[in-house]
């Protein structure tokens, strides 16, 4: 009992924050246009809760969850129904959504997806902000012989860092899978930027492929389907220091790189405790990268009785770093950009049937994602919300009629017609629009449900 209630609760939670703010973008330019609101709906259907504001508005909480909107007057709609001038001032009456120029009616259209955006910017930004970067690469640990026969450029060996596919610098280890989804159905050469620990320079390893990822079960994990089997790894950047440690009493520091302890060569975070596990109560001398420069430090490595009751080295610090509010805001940006690129680029590769449309989910399955990262904790429920955010952000700017992408389509031809469409016409395209989004709903939830049988 409750575990469903976590679920539900969560679920209602992701949706009317999504909606809200989504519908509030377009709320809040249509008051700073002057146009009067009728109606600013949380949910569809019958009305279970409403309250008047001081302009006007209704402010209402609908019986379905499934969506909102905000209702504006207009000319149309005081000409099919003269009543609703009741109540109206002539300053409202006067100031309709479609008396208004073309650009401040995109706008208008606009807000509700920019409104999305700019959540998951804030989501990414105060995530990033409040947890540390673990400045993870994916190390390749073994390569299938399938990519020495498709190599057209040198080759992998185990070791070689991934810092590129096709010229795009991969930042976050997870971008992998995403860069390599966009390819799915590709044919050509894939080129992997290669870093080695031993050379400074980028190895490009081009792989061929045919037909790249083409179906579901490959699209599920790319690499392996590449013939890639990778780990993931953390740079030797000092996070912090345990005060009073052997790291401190040495003066080593945060954002310090380590390279060198002894005689040993660091390449990851890993390798220290291999090397210093065998040295309790040694000196070394560990070699630095601070500020650029090549720093030498000496160290007394500190001891500690492992699960076995055995003394092992310890020198008390940890790995991953603190990003300042800028660094967190630059990257929330970055992620929000290239998450909609990509959900764009997936969206196209379904339409063509290189990605497999049982990706889509419905109310059911965001119902079960809400409910297990609810679970999970805070933070990847906050990560779902931004993603979430982003995805209607992008959904809602497809030019489908009943969707903003297609009244801002509809306003771009009356811009060029010079008139809008006829009143027939117009009709026949929203219920079009509204076939279109109601099909794509049904075969959601018919994904949903298939999943559970």
Not at 12 to 40: D, K
Not at 80 to 109: C, H, Y
Not at 230 to 237: C, L, Q, T
Request: hydrophobic share 45%; glycine share 10%; proline share 4%.
């Amino acid at each position: 009992m409750t575990t469903t209630i976590i679920y539900i609760g969560s679920f209602l939670a992701l949706l009317g924050v999504l909606i809200t703010i989504h519908e509030y973008g377009h709320f809040i330019f249509a008051r700073i246009f002057n146009v009067h609101v009728q109606r600013f709906s949380i949910g569809m259907g019958p009305v279970v809760y409403k309250r008047l504001d001081k302009h006007g508005t209704e402010f209402a909480i609908s019986a379905f969850p499934l969506g909102g909107y905000v209702s504006m007057i207009t000319n149309k709609l005081i000409e099919l129904e003269p009543e609703v001038k009741e109540g109206l001032s002539a300053e409202q009456i006067k100031n309709t959504f479609d008396s208004k120029p073309k650009w401040q009616r995109a706008l208008i259209m606009f807000a509700g997806p920019l409104a999305n955006f700019l959540l998951s910017i804030f989501i990414f930004s105060f995530i990033f902000l409040n947890t540390p970067d673990p400045q993870t690469i994916a190390v390749i640990k073994s390569s299938d012989s399938s990519i020495e026969m498709r190599a057209t450029s040198d080759f992998l060996i185990k070791g070689d860092q991934i810092y590129s596919i096709n010229s795009v610098v991969i930042s976050d280890p997870k971008d992998i899978s995403l860069e390599l989804l966009s390819y799915a159905g590709y044919t050509g050469i894939i080129n992997l930027g290669i870093k080695r620990p031993d050379i400074n320079s980028i190895i490009d390893v081009g792989i061929r492929v045919v037909d790249f990822l083409p179906n579901s079960e490959s699209q599920s994990n790319p690499l392996k389907y590449l013939g890639l089997d990778v780990e993931y790894k953390m740079k030797p950047v000092i996070g912090s220091v345990i005060k009073s440690g052997p790291a401190d009493n040495a003066n080593l520091r945060a954002n310090d790189i380590i390279y060198k302890i002894g005689n040993s060569k660091i390449n990851y975070a890993s390798d220290i405790r291999n090397v210093i596990s065998s040295m309790p109560n040694e000196n070394v001398l560990v070699d630095v990268y601070r500020d650029g420069d090549l720093v030498q430090v000496p160290l007394r490595i500190g001891a500690s009785q492992n699960e076995d009751g055995n003394e092992v080295g310890i020198i008390g610090l940890s790995f991953g770093t603190n990003r300042s509010l800028l660094e967190s805001f630059s990257k929330g940006v970055f992620e929000t950009y290239n998450l909609s690129k990509k959900t764009l680029q997936f969206i196209g590769k379904m339409l063509t049937g290189n990605m497999g449309t049982d990706n889509l989910s419905g109310p059911i399955g965001i119902a079960q994602m809400a409910g297990n990262t609810a679970q999970a904790g805070f933070v990847p429920f906050m990560y779902l919300m931004a993603l979430l955010s982003i995805s209607l952000g992008v959904l809602n700017l497809l030019p489908i009629p009943v969707l903003d992408g297609g009244q801002l389509t509809l306003l771009g031809l009356e811009a060029i017609r010079g008139k809008p469409l006829a009143d027939r016409t117009e009709n026949l395209v929203y219920t079009g629009g509204a076939l279109m989004v109601g099909a794509l709903m049904i075969f959601a939830i018919f994904n949903d449900i298939s999943r559970f049988i």
